[in-house]
């Protein structure tokens, strides 16, 4: 086990040398020092040489808030099923307005009276989750088998 260890720590010595040999500017690893220019000393190098952590950015952070749709398996079955049932019921075919609205009137009922659940989104994930088999490039129909009938 020491001798493990002791090549570890010469392999580890190794490669801190090799740092050092690339001398002030440091190759592809560090930088050694402050560089002197003809402007100032470390006109070039800034005091902050590495880049924050991903998420810490307030542009990252902008961008990326809020929810995230699709994500849940069961939720998307939910949001399909009620679509099949509302085509079905309608005789299998629909405008994708008349449609989404009564998905999004089929989904509030599976809540009760007086849950606190945010509906912004609701229209945009009845569409979402429709199957692309559904959707016609020719009208604006939504078909329950996708063929007209």
Known sequence: M??????????????EESKEARGVRGGLGRVKGAQQTPWGQGFFLSAKTKWEPAGSDPLYKRFTRGPVLGEAKADADIWRRHAEVALTEAGGEMTWQELRDEVVARRGKDFAQGDQVDTSLWPFMALAYLPEKFLSEEDAMVRLGGEPQ
């Open 2 to 15: 020491a001798a493990a260890d002791d090549d570890l720590v010469a392999l580890n010595d190794r490669l």
